[in-house]
């Protein structure tokens, strides 16, 4: 397991197999954080997307939502 740490905080994520199948996949703790880093709110997203320009008009639906039993 060391050996697979040391490669994947080295030479990026490494491939972790079972009965041949891919299990898990080592990633270093730096790569994790830069890829799971968030880079604004939903507000900001919504607010910088191409589609707010667009004119784009979503009707809102006036027939009821069909019921789910929960």
Excluded: C, M, Y
Excluded at 6 to 18: E, L, M, N, Y
Excluded at 44 to 50: D, K, Q, V
């Amino acid at each position: 397991l060391s050996e697979v740490i040391d490669r994947a905080t080295t030479k990026g994520p490494q491939t972790v197999t079972r009965n041949g199948r891919t299990a898990v996949i080592v990633v270093g703790a730096d790569e994790w954080e830069r890829k799971t880093r968030r880079t604004g709110n939903l507000a900001e997203f919504l607010a910088n997307s191409p589609l707010r320009r667009s004119h784009l008009r979503i009707e809102r639906r006036k027939d009821r939502p069909s019921k789910a039993d929960l």
